[in-house]
């Protein structure tokens, strides 16, 4: 099974510092490489580790379409909450007394059984109100925060890490299981449809199938596949809430499930805003990802130069997955649709390839001798040596001294490094640097609290 981790989401109205403490929350904790600068996309998605816990933190507000009515918008943002979060964060602004929105907000959030927190935002603010007056909200744990100031966070830190359980091992099977991913009518069900219909050794609908994903398994050469559609997740005859209508956290329960999501776009409608953040989503959880183009059969007017006109433009979109391929299709005249499978395959083959060490160190000496890393006057970066610690992503720490002041573009340079070096096609690369001098501190403060208990143990005995 592919790794699933808990998913708290934040909700509220406008205005009371959701993505403020999304961020504060994300930046002060977060353990993975930080999203790089110079990408299009919106950070709405963090993973946080704290302890021994590790989470998704979700910015529901954070893939509003700005058209969208705001009552419509919140009463989406808390049933996706109360179908697919572990654990529901309501955020008030401590200096408004609470409103009937916010009464409607928390009444639904507690109504979904998920255990829920109130966060008392803006906390810092002269006019801020005691939490006795938020009680009638019926929430039981409230917390006051001030994102800007830092205030409270470690408290909904611990809060949060109560409710879910700590980050175990899992045990990886033998299943590839590719996800359909997209925004609302781009033809993902089709393809679906299609792919299953494609293969004569269908196994089963598998057990276990949410009225939220749709799920078949499938048999594509000696591989098992378990193909995920996320279009199952509007209820009949709901009306949809502007056209971008994007579902985040039942998509995020597929990508999670996922060792392979396939990006599904329109050819009449390429390169939206949202397209990008979910490509930033997909990547943001290490999985592997190809871009696919669907109802290429309905283009009007195409001749062989279209593709090739079209190609570069999806590539300047999505400079941030540079590593993503690209494949047009079209279901109804079955273009590439099987190819799909092996390009699935191929990409998972990719992610679980190891490296030797031997090798990544006579990499990165290369590149520090052709391009050594730039810093401050005394102060500049070295670079010891690298190690694969994991796969499914690669992941890849390296050791060295004055690593924060390390810029983000050398990251970038030693993952193009890496990835002429090897064939990371499809997959997401992942980096940590590990400071030796902050390490030695590490253990040096660590031995020093265990001295002071031992101290205050003996005078106690």
Not at 57 to 86: C, H, R, S, Y
Not at 424 to 453: C, H, M, V, W
């Amino acid at each position: 099974m592919a790794s699933k981790l808990p998913t708290v989401a934040i909700i509220g109205q406008a205005n009371v510092g959701k993505s403020s403490l999304f961020n504060r929350l994300v930046r002060s904790q977060q353990a993975i490489v930080a999203r790089e600068a110079g990408t299009t996309r919106d950070n709405v998605l963090g993973r946080v580790e704290y302890h021994k816990h590790s989470f998704w933190l979700v910015d529901t507000a954070g893939l509003k379409d700005p058209d969208d009515d705001f009552e419509a918008l919140i009463q989406e943002q808390i049933e996706e909450a109360a179908v697919a979060a572990d654990v529901i964060l309501v955020v008030v602004d401590s200096s408004q007394y609470p409103s009937d929105s916010d009464r409607f907000v928390a009444k639904k959030a507690l109504r979904s059984k998920k255990p829920v927190i109130l966060l008392t935002n803006k906390s810092d603010l002269k006019d801020s109100l005691p939490i006795d007056e938020f009680k009638r909200l019926g929430v039981k744990q409230i917390i006051r925060t001030s994102a800007e100031h830092n205030q409270g966070m470690i408290e909904v830190l611990e809060a949060i890490t109560e409710l879910i359980p700590a980050a175990s091992e899992y045990v990886p099977d033998e299943i590839l299981r590719i996800s359909l991913i997209g925004r609302p009518n781009v033809g993902k069900s089709f393809l679906f449809n299609t792919l299953a219909g494609k293969q004569q050794a269908i196994v089963a609908n598998v057990a276990g199938t949410t009225r939220d994903i749709n799920r078949i398994a499938v048999r594509y050469g000696d591989r098992d596949i378990e193909l995920l559609d996320t279009a199952g997740m509007r209820k009949p005859g709901k009306q949809e809430v502007g056209i971008e209508k994007f579902s985040v956290l039942r998509t995020l329960q597929a990508i999670e499930e996922s060792d392979v999501c396939l990006l599904v776009m329109d050819a009449n409608q390429l390169n939206t805003q949202l397209d990008q953040r979910i490509a930033g989503i997909i990547d943001e959880a290490g999985k592997g990802m190809a871009i696919v183009i669907s109802k290429w059969d309905s283009v009007e007017g195409k001749d062989a130069y279209t593709r090739d006109d079209i190609a570069p433009k999806i590539a300047r979109t999505f400079d941030f997955t540079p590593w993503a391929p690209l494949i047009f299709t079209s279901s109804v005249t079955g273009q590439n649709v099987t190819k799909l499978f092996d390009l699935a395959i191929d990409i998972d083959d990719r992610r679980k390839q190891q490296t030797k060490t031997r090798v990544l160190n006579d990499l990165l000496q290369k590149c520090v001798h052709s391009h050594p890393p730039a810093g401050l006057k005394n102060t500049h970066p070295k670079l010891r040596y690298i190690v694969q610690t994991d796969t499914t992503p690669p992941w890849f720490v390296i050791f060295g001294s004055n690593l924060k002041f390390l810029h983000w573009s050398y990251k970038r340079y030693l993952e193009r490094q890496l990835r002429e070096t090897y064939n990371y096609t499809g997959t997401p690369i992942k980096f940590s640097f590990r400071d030796e001098k902050q390490i030695k501190a590490n253990r040096e403060k660590e031995q020093l609290e265990r001295e002071k208990e031992q101290s205050a143990k003996n005078l106690q005995d």
